[in-house]
Antibody
Framework: DVQLLESGGGLVQPGGSLTLSCAASGFTFRVHGMIWVRQAPGKGLEWLSYIRRSSSGAATFSADSVKGRFTISRDDSKNTLYLHMDSLRAEDTAVYFC????????????WGQGTTVTVSS | QSALTQPRSVSGSPGQSVTISCTGTSSDVGGYNYVSWYQQHPGKAPRIMIYDVSKRPSGVPDRFSGSKSGNTASLTISGLQAEDEAEYYCSSYAGTYTWVFGGGTKLTVL
C-alpha cells in the first residue's frame, strides 16, 4: 500500500521552531517530487512547499507566506520528507499534510493523514 | 498566489446532479490543464477525485466528472448519494512548481 505518515507535530510557543517528518512507503520515494500542504482549523487547504526529486537537484519552492521561515528537505535513503519551521506564529496553527506529486504531471495524488501543529503560549 | 474562487456551499437531493465551480486566472486554471478536485470528509485527509481537469483515478465513481472553460473549472457530481456529502476543494498548478487551492465548497445532500 502506498502510504505517507507524518509525525513531529505538537505545541510550540510563538517564535519557536519545529521539524515535521513524513515517512513514505509502498512506492519509489526518490522518483517523486513531494509537497507540504496545511489546513488551519475550520479553513481551507494551503499549498506550502515543494521539493523536486533528487535527480532534478532537489530544488525547492515555497509559498510567500512561509518563504524564509519554512524549509522543505528530503532524505531518499530514509524515504523521508521533512519540513523545518522557524519563527512560528499563531497563524501557523494547522494540520500539516505530506503529499506526493504524481510523476510526470502536476497532480498531488497521495496524501498523508496529517500532523497537528499548535502555536500558542 | 491568490486562492481560487469556489462557492461556499451547494446542495442537492439524492439522485440529483450538482456542479461546483472553481474560478482562477490565466496564470493558473486558464493557463494549465492541471486542475484537480479533492473530497474531504471531516477529520480526514483529502482524497483526489479528478486530476488533469477531467481524468478520474481508479476507484472514483464515474458519477464524478470535471471540465474547464477559460479560467473556470467545474466538478459535476451526478446521481448524488449521501456519502458524497463533504467539502470539495479545487487545485491548480500555477507555474514554476507552485500550486493554488480554492477556498472549498461544502456539499450538503438534502
Amino acid at each position: 500500500d502506498v502510504q505517507l505518515l507524518e509525525s513531529g507535530g505538537g505545541l510550540v510557543q510563538p517564535g519557536g521552531s519545529l521539524t515535521l517528518s513524513c515517512a513514505a512507503s509502498g512506492f519509489t520515494f526518490r522518483v517523486h517530487g513531494m509537497i507540504w500542504v496545511r489546513q488551519a482549523p475550520g479553513k481551507g487547504l494551503e499549498w506550502l512547499s515543494y521539493i523536486r526529486r533528487s535527480s532534478s537537484g532537489a530544488a525547492t519552492f515555497s509559498a510567500d507566506s512561509v518563504k524564509g521561515r519554512f524549509t522543505i528537505s528530503r532524505d531518499d535513503s530514509k524515504n523521508t520528507l521533512y519540513l523545518h519551521m522557524d519563527s512560528l506564529r499563531a497563524e501557523d496553527t494547522a494540520v500539516y499534510f505530506c503529499v506526493r506529486k504524481q510523476s510526470q504531471v502536476f497532480t498531488m495524488d497521495v496524501w498523508g493523514q496529517g500532523t497537528t501543529v499548535t502555536v500558542s503560549s | 498566489q491568490s486562492a481560487l474562487t469556489q462557492p461556499r456551499s451547494v446542495s442537492g437531493s439524492p439522485g440529483q446532479s450538482v456542479t461546483i465551480s472553481c474560478t482562477g486566472t490565466s496564470s493558473d486554471v486558464g493557463g494549465y490543464n492541471y486542475v484537480s478536485w479533492y473530497q474531504q470528509h471531516p477529520g480526514k485527509a483529502p482524497r483526489i477525485m479528478i486530476y488533469d481537469v477531467s481524468k478520474r483515478p481508479s476507484g472514483v465513481p464515474d458519477r464524478f466528472s470535471g471540465s474547464k472553460s477559460g479560467n473556470t473549472a467545474s466538478l459535476t457530481i451526478s446521481g448524488l448519494q449521501a456519502e458524497d456529502e463533504a467539502e470539495y476543494y479545487c487545485s491548480s498548478y500555477a507555474g514554476t512548481y507552485t500550486w493554488v487551492f480554492g477556498g472549498g465548497t461544502k456539499l450538503t445532500v438534502l
